[in-house]
């Protein structure tokens, strides 16, 4: 008698937990450091929604804005580890990957032209350097490119002399710390999320970055002067953990990536009007000066530039970057 109430308990067991089990929603944390007004933070709730959806439930994403779960570094190592599975950090930051080849898409003026630099990043110029991701574990699912930087500062930055002696915030990448220094300026790596109290108490002097990101973390309300240089790019790689990932089932893992494909649309469509309306609603707000740099001054800045492209032909070799400058469309001036 014991023994057959021990066997119908068993199988009472495993009725109650084998189905809870497969019922369980999979949950994604989905970490970013930006506003969910900018166009990343809208993008994660757009992929919160289609994969919710795509999945019937199966899956879960639960998305933290503005570095509130992890930081530009933190949220690497987390997604290595297997503590959050989506992240969409900017490019110029995987250099503590041990991947430096992405820094190379900082290189000044290298990409003006939007459609041209979506087209670089959906190429096959991306298979070698993506297999260098998922050897750290880290799966790329889509790249998402934001447009192009500007500056600010509390300074009139006009002509490349102005950069002389100012501390200037930069994101990780060795070309970000090597273009600041060809300036004259003093490069320092701070995490998205301190930027602004920095900003404000004066710990740097000026960053650069994409209008929405300027309107949403307020930046233009702790800087005089805003300089429209589109001298560089602000690209995310959406990735996962590469374990994860390929440890999900096929009927999980295939609405997922139709998530993944509409949300890059989405971004794509939606990114480049977002800044362009930022940029507008910067100079309405009065609250900072904002200047176009002339054809004559855009050219005093890439000719000071110039020398950071070729000091990075012993970081890169010379054949990667011809290879870069073809798919982008960037033609070295005459000297
Ligand atoms: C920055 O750190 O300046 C940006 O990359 C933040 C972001 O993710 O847009």
């Not at 990043?121 to 699912?141: G, I």
């Not at 800087?223 to 999900?248: C, E, M, P």
């Not at 949300?263 to 939606?270: G, K, L, S, V, Y």
């Not at 309306?277 to 200047?291: N, T, Y």
């Amino acid at each position: 008698m014991r023994r057959w109430l021990l066997a119908a308990a068993v199988v009472a067991v495993a009725a109650v937990v084998g189905p809870v089990k497969a019922q369980q929603p999979i949950i994604i944390k989905f970490s970013h450091v930006v506003s969910p007004d900018a166009p990343k933070g809208k993008a994660a709730i757009r992929f919160k929604e289609l994969a919710e959806k795509y999945t019937n439930g199966k899956v879960k994403v639960e998305v933290y804005p503005n570095s509130s779960l992890y930081k530009d570094k933190e949220e690497l190592e987390a997604l290595q580890l297997g503590s959050v599975q989506i992240l969409a950090p900017s490019i110029s930051k995987f250099g503590p990957l041990g991947v430096k080849e992405f820094d190379v898409f900082d290189l000044p003026f290298l990409m003006s032209d939007d459609a041209r630099a979506r087209q670089m990043y959906a190429s096959p110029l991306m298979t070698e350097l993506n297999k260098k991701l998922v050897a750290k574990d880290v799966e790329p699912l889509a790249y998402w490119d934001n447009g192009a930087h500007v500056y600010t500062c509390n300074k009139p930055l006009i002509m490349p002399d102005d950069f002389k002696g100012l501390k200037m915030r930069i994101q990780g990448s060795k070309v970000l710390d090597a273009v600041a220094r060809e300036l004259g300026a003093i490069p320092q790596i701070m995490a998205f999320s301190e930027l602004y109290q920095a900003l404000q108490t004066g710990v740097v002097d000026g960053e650069d970055n994409v209008p929405s990101n300027i309107l949403t973390q307020k930046f233009y309300e702790v800087q005089k002067n805003l300089t429209v240089s589109y001298h560089g790019r602000l690209t995310y790689a959406l990735i996962t953990n590469a374990k994860f990932w390929d440890g999900l089932p096929e009927d999980v893992r295939t609405p997922l990536t139709r998530a993944v494909h509409e949300t890059t649309d989405f971004f794509n469509e939606t990114a480049a009007k977002d800044n362009a309306d930022a940029l507008e609603k910067i100079k309405a707000s009065g609250r900072i000066q904002v200047h176009l740099l002339t054809d004559e001054e855009k050219k005093a800045w890439v000719a000071k530039l110039m020398p950071v492209h070729q000091e990075m032909q012993k970081r890169f070799g010379k054949d990667f970057i011809e290879k870069i400058y073809k798919a982008s469309g960037f033609t070295p001036p005459e000297s």
